[in-house]
């Protein structure tokens, strides 16, 4: 296969462009009210200027700038994701508005925590001046946020209309933020190497009352978790009978993007009843096989596991063999299903009745969903959400099997949510995407683009390059798809595909086959066709 996929390079331009770009960031309106992302955004570039991006990482950033202690486990709290994510949002936020005339831009790519100052050939000066002098004007305007531990400064004097006078101020001015951005970054360590401030903790919601108003509970697990997505999951509560294992029951799992949700489950339970508003719901049972499978101690495979799952007393698995369902042992099993209601009492109550061994589940979600409808699913191949123009969220990569990710840096066209296309996953690959069992079918979107191939990018060529197939549950439903066939490159292809019917199992699996160099995909997007 000739398609390399290889990172893009970064631009390189001087330190002190640099400096002189953080320095604005850090000054404007877009900030003002943003402590803790200052202080984010002034640490992972003074690490950047000294030439230390590869110390910058989770246990790092979640240490030295977000007040955890020392035994942080980036496993157990995703803090590091969110925030960096954060700032990455309000980057894009502050870059769409007074920072669109910028020559210089930072980013932070998806998957990575080290910034990149990107020029912009596109920028043009602003109101009429050079850009340097743009710069030095939303310095001298907006003072830096009061609120961050930095020593007091005198404010910059207003730049002269004299042309004599506008290259001091126009320093001064950059001196000032420059150093009040180094001070800022010198506050982040106290003697001992510890932020000053008090740690920031995110508070587990009460059931029923979670951010989201979901409830998440990771069963045979003993305490909160974060996940890829910023959603808060519950320690294990409202079971009956079951154990956990001594140990956890290894570090992978495939088609999954958060193994610990995997890494422990509940034994031998017999039931959980879980207090619930009045309402209709979306459930998510997530299940693997950890014991039973071929290369496992106990070998086995197919029937070795068996048992029913009901809700409120009636059946809704009958004979669930995860090994089975999955497609084998050591795979993340999700099964989804719709109009879900709490009994008259307010208690959801899950039955589990073993026919052959144990029985055994890993985690539970209750969602509140529309009635006959399960709640859309949209997943971008990147390491965290993103939300786009109709402000609506697009989770992180999962479900995935095979294929890399990748990151050409290059700004996609012809859409209005370009963050969808910061990175693609190519190769030979496939995704098993829970959905409810049938009844129903699904609306399926996939974006597309062509960031590697084409005369003005890496790969160079043209039409012919890339050419694949995609077949959902077996059945082909994209033939030789040549994305530079239908667009240019680096402009965004929406497939929509009607009418897609899930397996008995609740599944839309699609194979990404390629058959000139390597498949892709940036996004994926499910809707239930139910009314």
């Given at each position: 296969?000739?398609?390399?996929?290889?990172?893009?390079?970064?631009?390189?331009?001087?330190?002190?462009?640099?400096?002189?770009?953080?320095?604005?960031?850090?000054?404007?309106?877009?900030?003002?009210?943003?402590?803790?992302l200052i202080k984010l955004l002034a640490y992972?570039?003074?690490?950047?200027?000294?030439?230390?991006?590869?110390?910058?990482?989770?246990?790092?950033?979640?240490?030295?700038?977000?007040?955890?202690?020392?035994?942080?486990?980036?496993?157990?709290?995703?803090?590091?994701?969110?925030?960096?994510?954060?700032?990455?949002?309000?980057?894009?936020?502050?870059?769409?508005?007074?920072?669109?005339?910028?020559?210089?831009?930072?980013?932070?790519?998806?998957?990575?925590?080290?910034?990149?100052?990107?020029?912009?050939?596109?920028?043009?000066?602003?109101?009429?001046?050079?850009?340097?002098?743009?710069?030095?004007?939303?310095?001298?305007?907006?003072?830096?946020?009061?609120?961050?531990?930095?020593?007091?400064?005198?404010?910059?004097?207003?730049?002269?209309?004299?042309?004599?006078?506008?290259?001091?101020?126009?320093?001064?001015?950059?001196?000032?933020?420059?150093?009040?951005?180094?001070?800022?970054?010198?506050?982040?360590?106290?003697?001992?190497?510890?932020?000053?401030?008090?740690?920031?903790?995110?508070?587990?919601?009460?059931?029923?009352?979670?951010?989201?108003?979901?409830?998440?509970?990771?069963?045979?697990?003993?305490?909160?978790?974060?996940?890829?997505?910023?959603?808060?999951?519950?320690?294990?509560?409202?079971?009956?009978?079951?154990?956990?294992?001594?140990?956890?029951?290894?570090?992978?799992?495939?088609?999954?993007?958060?193994?610990?949700?995997?890494?422990?489950?509940?034994?031998?339970?017999?039931?959980?009843?879980?207090?619930?508003?009045?309402?209709?719901?979306?459930?998510?049972?997530?299940?693997?096989?950890?014991?039973?499978?071929?290369?496992?101690?106990?070998?086995?495979?197919?029937?070795?596991?068996?048992?029913?799952?009901?809700?409120?007393?009636?059946?809704?698995?009958?004979?669930?063999?995860?090994?089975?369902?999955?497609?084998?042992?050591?795979?993340?099993?999700?099964?989804?299903?719709?109009?879900?209601?709490?009994?008259?009492?307010?208690?959801?109550?899950?039955?589990?009745?073993?026919?052959?061994?144990?029985?055994?589940?890993?985690?539970?979600?209750?969602?509140?969903?529309?009635?006959?409808?399960?709640?859309?699913?949209?997943?971008?191949?990147?390491?965290?959400?993103?939300?786009?123009?109709?402000?609506?969220?697009?989770?992180?990569?999962?479900?995935?099997?095979?294929?890399?990710?990748?990151?050409?840096?290059?700004?996609?066209?012809?859409?209005?949510?370009?963050?969808?296309?910061?990175?693609?996953?190519?190769?030979?690959?496939?995704?098993?995407?829970?959905?409810?069992?049938?009844?129903?079918?699904?609306?399926?979107?996939?974006?597309?683009?062509?960031?590697?191939?084409?005369?003005?990018?890496?790969?160079?060529?043209?039409?012919?390059?890339?050419?694949?197939d995609i077949y959902c549950n077996g059945a082909?439903?994209?033939?030789?798809?040549?994305?530079?066939?239908?667009?240019?490159?680096?402009?965004?292809?929406?497939?929509?595909?009607?009418?897609?019917?899930?397996?008995?199992?609740?599944?839309?699996?699609?194979?990404?086959?390629?058959?000139?160099?390597?498949?892709?995909?940036?996004?994926?997007?499910?809707?239930?066709?139910?009314?």
């Amino acid at each position: 296969m000739g398609d390399a996929n290889q990172t893009g390079t970064r631009p390189a331009p001087s330190t002190g462009a640099e400096r002189l770009e953080l320095a604005a960031v850090l000054a404007s309106p877009t900030f003002a009210r943003a402590q803790r992302l200052i202080k984010l955004l002034a640490y992972v570039c003074e690490k950047h200027f000294a030439g230390e991006d590869a110390q910058l990482c989770e246990y790092s950033i979640a240490t030295e700038v977000l007040g955890r202690p020392a035994d942080f486990d980036p496993a157990e709290d995703a803090i590091a994701r969110v925030e960096i994510h954060r700032l990455r949002k309000k980057l894009r936020e502050y870059y769409a508005a007074e920072g669109s005339q910028q020559p210089l831009k930072i980013i932070i790519p998806p998957g990575l925590y080290t910034p990149v100052f990107q020029q912009d050939g596109n920028s043009a000066p602003a109101n009429g001046k050079p850009p340097q002098e743009s710069v030095a004007a939303t310095l001298s305007g907006t003072p830096v946020d009061p609120t961050v531990e930095a020593p007091e400064l005198p404010g910059a004097a207003p730049i002269r209309s004299s042309p004599r006078k506008s290259g001091i101020w126009l320093a001064a001015a950059a001196m000032l933020v420059i150093v009040a951005t180094v001070a800022t970054v010198a506050v982040l360590r106290n003697p001992s190497g510890h932020p000053p401030e008090a740690p920031f903790h995110l508070v587990p919601p009460s059931v029923g009352a979670a951010p989201d108003n979901a409830i998440r509970i990771i069963a045979g697990y003993d305490r909160k978790y974060i996940d890829h997505h910023g959603h808060t999951w519950l320690p294990d509560n409202y079971f009956e009978n079951g154990g956990r294992p001594a140990a956890p029951f290894r570090t992978f799992f495939a088609r999954t993007s958060d193994p610990l949700l995997y890494q422990n489950g509940r034994v031998g339970l017999t039931a959980y009843h879980i207090p619930l508003k009045p309402g209709n719901y979306e459930l998510k049972l997530h299940f693997v096989e950890p014991i039973y499978g071929p290369g496992l101690e106990t070998s086995g495979g197919e029937n070795s596991r068996v048992f029913d799952v009901l809700v409120n007393g009636k059946t809704l698995i009958d004979s669930l063999d995860i090994v089975s369902d999955a497609g084998g042992p050591l795979i993340a099993d999700v099964r989804v299903f719709k109009d879900i209601h709490p009994g008259p009492d307010g208690i959801l109550r899950l039955g589990f009745h073993a026919k052959r061994e144990q029985t055994i589940v890993s985690a539970i979600e209750i969602e509140p969903a529309e009635p006959h409808k399960i709640n859309p699913i949209r997943i971008v191949t990147q390491p965290n959400s993103v939300t786009d123009s109709h402000g609506q969220v697009w989770e992180a990569d999962n479900y995935y099997a095979g294929g890399q990710i990748s990151n050409h840096w290059k700004a996609v066209t012809g859409t209005p949510d370009a963050d969808l296309f910061a990175n693609e996953r190519y190769g030979h690959f496939s995704y098993a995407i829970p959905v409810a069992p049938p009844p129903g079918a699904y609306s399926v979107a996939m974006y597309f683009a062509e960031t590697y191939w084409g005369k003005e990018n890496e790969g160079g060529g043209g039409i012919g390059q890339r050419v694949f197939d995609i077949y959902c549950n077996g059945a082909a439903i994209v033939r030789n798809l040549d994305i530079l066939k239908e667009v240019s490159p680096n402009h965004a292809l929406v497939k929509r595909f009607r009418g897609l019917r899930p397996t008995a199992q609740g599944k839309l699996n699609f194979e990404f086959v390629p058959v000139v160099n390597y498949a892709s995909v940036f996004a994926i997007e499910v809707l239930d066709e139910g009314r």
